[in-house]
């Protein structure tokens, strides 16, 4: 039955994901411009895919795979979503075959690998068409670890370089290695492999021993190749106009936005409550927000406990460096895009976390073997009852906002994208409610946003309330700044919303 343990955590990553192959595209958020409306996926354009810089993103793999899945399917949905949900099993059986051979144990070993694949946090990454490169990178990084494993080293640098090619995050592999290898040295690693050197032989692994430092050269090729993709990724984020330029938020916010990171994903690990697609950048992070300056009391206090146990747990200092370095890259040091902190950013960086899970429950079942297992299958249970309640809000774009404005009040971009929905709709009353949610953190903000205004002036003349109408109205003529006066769109309202006084004699 052991040797079987893998089939386990495909069936039930499978089953757990399975609802969404009914799901449709979420064209209101990156869907339609990525890959629906994307011209460039429709054609083998081997220039483009392996030179384009598109939204911010140089990953010609994700690209190759966009235009076969297209070739094969169109753009039927449903298909679409059936590879993500595959290559992210794939993922988790991959891991699992680590886990066993980090922790040593069957049961611990489906444990994290499973705390992996049916976490919560995974929706963003299985759920949306736009994360193919989440699941693709995924498979070709944790390939990377078990082919290094193995002692193919050839073959482990090829499947890094493939993830690379999926997606940027996957340059810190080179970090996880180097710690894998710094375990061997410690004593605080399982797998059974020993130490060589990078010969490679016709079967593609190696053979000989490099003792000590040694064990450490093979690894130079991974990371110039890192550093490679990391410059490539770095300058392809500047091509687009969403990055957070220095000069509107210095260095000291950009830290305490890094700190905060650092133990979102931890928390949110332990107790996944804020699942929204989108957890809005609203403030700029400072001191007198109480979540920063816990942050950096928790980091601190975690850096200096591994200083001082480092030598007792090498197996969890490695685990801490491994998360850390793979936050980095999207905590917000170099901020892009409208979010504070992605559950996405969580794909890589939570897999050690779920090793300490299983190596914990390995060995708490050497002294409570039913209590341990016992207590492991609730907790997963629980995440998967989590997992699959909220896992309908990607079910379409509408859906998606509705879920993200009502768990994130503080999200204006939620409220807004929430209130056109329900206005679809008809339902005016639902649209006015999400304006008026929108308008509390807009309206505390250095520049408030008075299109709201004007929406919530539509909506009251609508819904019969003119004394309220007018003064939205008035409201929002007072505050179109000058220099939109002349903009289309703003014009346009301008001159709707003075005829609208006027009718009501109230100009």
């Known amino acids: 039955m052991r040797q079987w343990a893998w089939a386990i955590v495909a069936i039930v990553t499978l089953a757990v994901w399975a609802p969404v192959l009914t799901y449709d595209w979420v064209y209101m958020w990156d869907d339609a411009a990525l890959f629906y409306g994307n011209w460039m996926v429709r054609q083998w354009n081997w220039e483009w895919i392996f030179r384009t810089q598109y939204y911010g993103h140089w990953m010609p793999l994700t690209w190759m795979s966009a235009s076969a899945t297209y ?53 963003e990454s299985v759920a949306w068409i736009t994360e ?38 996957a340059v810190m592999l080179p970090v996880v290695l180097l710690a894998l290898e ?62 957070l330029p220095w000069s509107a938020v210095s260095l000291g916010p950009r830290l305490l936005h890094v700190a905060y990171s650092e133990v979102f994903y931890v928390w949110q690990t332990v107790w996944p409550a804020r699942l929204s697609a989108l957890i809005e950048y609203t403030w700029v ?34 685990a801490a460096a491994c998360y850390t370095v793979a936050v980095l890259p999207q905590s917000g040091l170099f901020q892009n895009g409208p979010q504070l902190v992605a559950n996405r950013y969580s794909y890589l960086a939570c897999l050690p976390l ?23 299958a609730a907790g997963l249970v629980a995440l998967i009852a989590v997992t699959e309640t909220a896992l309908p809000m990607w079910r379409n774009s509408d859906a998606m906002w509705r879920y993200a404005a009502l768990h994130e009040p503080t999200c204006t971009q939620c409220q807004d994208m929430a209130t056109a929905a329900d206005y679809r709709d008809g339902n005016v009353a639902g649209a006015l ?15 408030p946003r008075w299109e709201r205004h004007w929406n919530r002036g539509v909506f009251l003349l609508q819904l019969g309330r003119r004394e ?31 005829a609208a006084l006027a009718s009501l004699g109230a100009l």
């Open 285 to 318: 992070p400072s001191w007198g927000q109480p979540q920063y300056p816990i942050a950096v009391a928790v980091c601190v206090l975690a850096a200096v406990g591994l200083a001082r146990t480092w030598r007792r747990w090498p197996a969890l200092t490695a």
């Open 354 to 376: 779920a090793l300490l899970a299983g190596g914990a429950v390995t060995a708490g079942s050497r002294r409570w073997p039913r209590l341990s297992l016992a207590s492991a």
């Open 182 to 243: 710094w375990l061997k040295e410690h004593g605080g690693v399982a797998y059974p492999i020993e130490n060589r050197v990078e010969t490679p032989s016709s079967s593609g692994a190696t053979d000989g021993a490099r003792p000590g430092p040694g064990r450490y050269w093979p690894l130079a090729p991974f990371f110039a190749v890192s550093v490679i993709v990391s410059v490539v990724a770095f300058w392809s984020l500047h091509t687009i106009l969403i990055s």
């Open 132 to 169: 193919r490169k989440d699941v693709l990178m995924g498979v070709f990084f944790l390939g990377a670890i078990l082919l290094w494993m193995q002692g193919r080293r050839w073959w482990s640098f090829a499947a890094f370089v493939a993830a690379c090619a999926s997606k940027s995050p």
């Open 468 to 498: 309220e109408a007018v003064a939205a109205l008035r409201t929002y003529l007072a505050l179109v700044p000058d220099a939109r006066r002349d903009v289309e769109v703003d014009r346009d309202h301008i001159a709707r919303a003075r």
């Open 433 to 447: 409610w999400y304006t008026e949610r929108a308008m509390v953190v807009s309206d505390t903000t250095p520049a």
């Open 71 to 123: 070739a094969l399917f169109g753009y039927h949905a449903s298909a679409w979503h059936a590879i993500n949900v595959v290559l992210h099993t794939i993922s988790a059986v991959l891991f699992y075959f680590i886990a066993f051979r980090m922790i040593g144990s069957h049961p611990g070993a489906v444990v994290a690998a499973l705390l992996f694949s049916i976490h919560p946090l995974r929706m």
